[in-house]
Nanobody, 121 residues
Framework: VQLQASGGGLVQAGDSLTLSCTLSERTFNMYAMAWFRQAPGKEREFVAAISWSGDTIEYEDSVKGRFTVSRGRSRNTVYLQMSSLKAEDTAVYYC???????????????WGQGTLVTVSS
């Protein structure tokens, strides 16, 4: 199982950015997907997750109302739409996959390589 994350970049505070993560396997629809992030000098933290059906979605409190996680029609791509970005959103964003949706990184077996998001204030 391979995940490929993309879409990171340098933006200004208040801007929007959309990240995408593509799963290599055709069994994608059996996997829950999640986004985590790691800022410099900090531990990796949960951002958002979506179940394989899309019925269950969870967000970290600081991104609620600003970030939206969704799955593409083909179900092999997950998106993280980020708006009203803040300097504290600066981090490397990782996508992850596992059979069950959750907020704890320890339960995710498959990880993408990360994409850097830098928000200038």
């Amino acid at each position: 199982v391979q995940l490929q994350a993309s879409g990171g970049g340098l933006v200004q505070a208040g801007d929007s950015l959309t990240l995408s993560c593509t799963l290599s396997e055709r069994t994608f629809n059996m996997y829950a997907m999640a986004w985590f992030r790691q800022a410099p000098g900090k531990e990796r933290e949960f951002v958002a997750a979506i179940s394989w059906s899309g019925d269950t979605i969870e967000y970290e409190d600081s991104v609620k109302g600003r970030f939206t996680v969704s799955r593409g029609r083909s179900r092999n791509t997950v998106y993280l739409q980020m708006s009203s970005l803040k300097a504290e959103d600066t981090a490397v964003y990782y996508c992850a996959a596992d059979k069950v949706v959750g907020t704890d990184a320890i339960f995710y077996d498959y990880w993408g390589q990360g994409t850097l998001v830098t928000v200038s204030s």
